[in-house]
């Protein structure tokens, strides 16, 4: 992305009151511009293939279908187009269930107002988002978990497995387990300085800034459970 480009926002979430705090916060911001405002989950596909905006703060609970659902659709629809859940509630499982919908963060919606411009600027630059602590209890129970054989029907599977070696798909799956760079050396009988090549090249292959990105993008494509 072009530096100093205005960040093109739209904002979703069936209050008002919420919307209209947000437009005033972000439209003070030199780099920030709400193009667009939905109040239900049907309305923010709607808008966002309109505008097709930078960043989406999407709200999860709303008539006309849930935040997660719309964040689907955009996802799939718009894939340069970045989601934020902007949440009051504190779920892991929403955390979990955001992340398999293609979401980039999830904040909560008493997240300090400086935190929030941080986060919308990272997640336009190309971060991950999952700060909350709910978020990264979420995050350590899912590479605690096991993991799993990527599903015939997972979104983006074919691409992902067509970018990565067999072996860098091991080293994936393995880091997506918690798995320190020892550890993965140990377990593939190779040596440590094999182990972070191989997670540099996954690193540059699915545009991942750091480990966390590319956990992220092992769960989307359901390379754990």
């Not at 709910?134 to 599903?151: C, N």
Request: proline share 3%.
């Amino acid at each position: 992305m072009q530096t100093g480009k205005v960040i093109r926002i739209v904002l979703v979430d069936d209050q008002p009151f919420i919307r209209k705090g947000l437009r005033y916060i972000l439209d003070i911001q030199k780099d920030m511009q709400v193009v667009g405002e939905a109040s239900t989950g049907e309305e923010a596909v709607d808008i966002a293939l309109r505008n097709v905006p930078d960043i989406v703060l999407m709200d999860i609970h709303m008539p006309g279908g849930t935040g997660i659902m719309a964040t689907t659709s955009i996802v799939e629809a718009l894939p340069d187009t970045k989601v934020v859940l902007l949440t009051t509630f504190d779920v892991e499982q929403y955390v979990f269930d955001g992340i398999r919908a293609g979401a980039s963060g999830y904040l909560l919606k008493d997240t300090e107002t400086d935190e929030l411009l941080s986060g919308i600027r990272a997640i336009h630059r190309g971060a991950t988002l999952f700060n909350s602590s709910t978020a990264k209890r979420a995050l350590d129970q899912i590479l605690t978990s096991g993991m799993q054989e990527p599903d015939s029907d997972s979104p983006g599977k074919e691409r992902l497995l067509g970018a990565l070696t067999e072996r860098e798909t091991e080293v994936l799956q393995l880091l997506a387990y918690g798995k320190r760079n020892h550890e993965i050396s140990a377990i593939l009988c190779i040596s440590e300085g094999t182990t972070k090549t191989h997670i540099h090249h996954i690193m540059q292959k699915l545009g991942a800034q750091d480990r966390t990105q590319a956990v992220v993008t092992a769960i989307r494509m359901k390379l754990v459970k």
